[in-house]
Nanobody
Framework: QVQLVESGGGLVQAGESLRLSCAAS????????MAWYRQAPGKQRELVAR???????DYADSVKGRFTISRDNAKNTVYLQMNSLKPEDRAVYFC????????????WGQGTQVTVSS
């Protein structure tokens, strides 16, 4: 019913930038929160950033000042601009939305790998 397609991951050197995108499609009536999570090897999945429908944002302390989350409500798309990447940012990044089809549910993308070399 709802598909999330992520793009933009890859391999970069420390200090470089990447921009992740996640486009939601399907029989979506409305989207509330959109967010990015990440999971590094051997660690639990953690919240990176989230944005409300109105544009309010929250960030993990580890990425504040370096990452920027944004969304395009007309395109049902969320972005994550990642600047000044560090090796510790290496993880699989997952897109998340809270969306209403016939009722509100949580939806996850398949994940995109971000690798930062030192």
């Amino acid at each position: 019913q709802v598909q999330l397609v992520e793009s933009g991951g890859g391999l970069v050197q420390a200090g470089e930038s990447l921009r992740l995108s996640c486009a939601a499609s399907g029989s979506i009536f409305s989207i509330d929160v959109m967010a990015w999570y990440r999971q590094a090897p051997g660690k639990q999945r953690e919240l990176v950033a989230r944005i409300s429908r109105g544009g309010s944002t929250d960030y993990a302390d580890s990425v504040k000042g370096r990452f920027t989350i944004s969304r395009d409500n007309a395109k049902n798309t969320v972005y994550l601009q990642m600047n000044s990447l560090k090796p510790e940012d290496r993880a699989v990044y997952f897109c998340y939305i809270k969306a209403r089809v016939s009722y509100w549910s949580d939806y996850w993308g398949q994940g995109t790998q971000v690798t930062v070399s030192s």
